[in-house]
């Protein structure tokens, strides 16, 4: 308990960014992440037949469906 106790007292004035710097070392910063529209969908709560759909649609748009 003592050692959260002197965490607090270091950190609790400190600016995210900085905090951010002290807890991130390289890995972190070379990480990869995977960020698109359907992960996003479904964080939105989004059921797996919208997705589907959704990624119907982007398809369809790549075909010749939509090209002029």
Do not use: C, P, Q
Not at 16 to 25: D, P, Q, R, V
Not at 38 to 63: F, P, T
């Amino acid at each position: 308990m003592n050692y959260l106790d002197e965490s607090i007292k270091e950190n609790k004035d400190l600016s995210f960014a900085i905090l951010t710097n002290k807890s991130h070392g390289k890995a972190w910063e070379n990480a990869v992440f995977s960020l698109n529209e359907y992960s996003m969908a479904r964080e939105g709560d989004a059921d797996e037949d919208m997705v589907n759909y959704m990624k119907h649609m982007d398809k369809l748009k790549k075909s010749s469906v939509f090209s002029k």
